[in-house]
């Protein structure tokens, strides 16, 4: 038996005006995409914002139902938005935000494991590195790539 370990490093910042500019536009759309949030059972409002190769960025707020597996994540909802507009570019970033009735969380929201795994596949479809942005009142955490907050990705069919 051997023990085997798994080192993931990510960047924490104090605020967004410390991210580059192309990220803190990606924060700034993630921010405003919490307002288009429906959130009437858990109150927890999340935005997220998806850059794309050609330099769009796509929104996308929590969907919730009565039937509860009906909704979707901020998340998901605007990765599938994305793709569904532009099928032949490239997810190259996700930024995400939330609080409970629009009120940033003092620690970053972070992504649920089935859009950890939507991600994982977006980003396998395009080669390239798909970063993970999450924002706080108090920080920001940034991941270069999904594989950080996904390890061991499942990607084998
Ligand atoms: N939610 C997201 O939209 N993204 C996350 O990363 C975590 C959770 C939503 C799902 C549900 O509408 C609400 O937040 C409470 O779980």
Not at 108 to 126: D, L, N
Request: aromatic fraction near 8%; include cysteine.
């Amino acid at each position: 038996m051997t023990d085997k370990e798994i080192h993931i490093t990510y960047h924490e910042y104090g605020s967004v005006e410390e991210l580059n500019p192309e990220d803190r536009e990606l924060a700034a759309e993630a921010l405003k995409a919490m307002s288009g949030a429906y959130a009437p059972y858990s109150h927890f409002h999340v935005g997220a914002a998806v850059r794309m190769s050609n330099g769009q960025i796509v929104r996308g707020a929590n969907q919730e139902n009565a039937a509860f597996p009906s909704g979707l994540c901020a998340e998901r909802t605007a990765m599938f938005a994305a793709s569904a507009r532009y099928p032949d570019k490239d997810m190259l970033g996700i930024a995400l935000a939330g609080g409970v009735m629009g009120r940033l969380s003092s620690r970053p929201a972070t992504p649920c494991g089935a859009c950890r795994q939507v991600m994982a596949q977006y980003q396998a479809k395009s080669g390239k590195p798909m970063s993970v942005i999450m924002i706080s009142a108090d920080k920001i955490w940034k991941f270069d790539k999904v594989d950080d907050i996904l390890p061991l990705i499942f990607d084998s069919i």
